[in-house]
């Protein structure tokens, strides 16, 4: 089946413009995770949405950063006025309750700004 | 979330087992063990996951101290496919916030 896809793939954009990350989950996942990596670093936590549930974003790094999720699917990561320092792959994650909890990871968006 | 501890990287030769070691001294009661692991240039994937009992599937074993603060992945086989970053966490069973560590780099050598 389908897994979770990401998108644009490559996003390239100047210091100051906005962006927005788009993550389609699996679909009947009720979950959803956004991490951050940068180049040579482990995943770091960003936000997640569970259900119908304020979403945790303990891990959002600044006020430039938001994400909603509509219906309960898709969902899009903004930054806006984006610094150099958010040059990162940025990865979506889905998962589903019960069973084993374990997230299914999109490709990924690698942002650069330049 | 508990923290967990890793070694940076480690080799393997082809063929032979990997053990990959955590310690997650401070894990709580309700606390599971997860493995995932990124080879270069996608996202993580799951392996395994435990509570105390050790566990195997078809990718690995997890093997989880009687003590619960150390476990070790076992690949029993390394393939150069295997060659990945390995990362253990510990998170409450159903609990969603994930934090990830740095991980091991196995290097899996012909």
């Known amino acids: 089946g389908a897994g979770v896809s990401q998108s644009p793939s490559n996003k390239v954009t100047e210091k100051g413009k906005d962006v927005e990350l788009r993550c389609d989950p699996i679909?009947?996942?009720?979950?959803l995770y956004w991490y951050r990596q940068s180049l040579g670093q482990g995943l770091e936590f960003l936000i997640y949405f569970q259900g119908n549930s304020a979403p945790d974003k303990s891990g959002l790094p600044s006020d430039r950063f938001s994400a909603e999720r509509t219906g309960g699917s898709v969902s899009t990561l903004t930054i806006q006025r984006t610094q150099q320092e958010d040059s990162a792959v940025y990865l979506c994650a889905s998962s589903t309750e019960g069973d084993s909890y374990e997230q299914y990871f999109g490709p990924g968006t690698r942002l650069t700004v330049t | 979330d508990a923290k967990t501890t890793q070694p940076p990287s480690m080799d393997c030769a082809e063929g032979r087992a990997a053990n990959l070691p955590c310690n997650h001294s401070t894990i709580s009661g309700n606390e599971y063990v997860y493995w995932y692991r990124q080879i270069h240039s996608q996202g993580p994937q799951y392996i395994i996951h435990g509570l105390k009992n050790n566990e195997t599937n078809e990718m690995a074993s997890l093997i989880i101290t009687e003590d619960r603060k150390s476990s070790t992945l076992i690949l029993p086989h390394a393939t150069l496919r295997d060659t990945a970053v390995y990362y253990c966490i510990v998170r409450v069973y159903g609990g969603f916030k994930t934090i990830f560590g740095a991980g091991t780099r196995l290097f899996v050598k012909a």
């Open positions: 679909s009947g996942h009720t979950a």
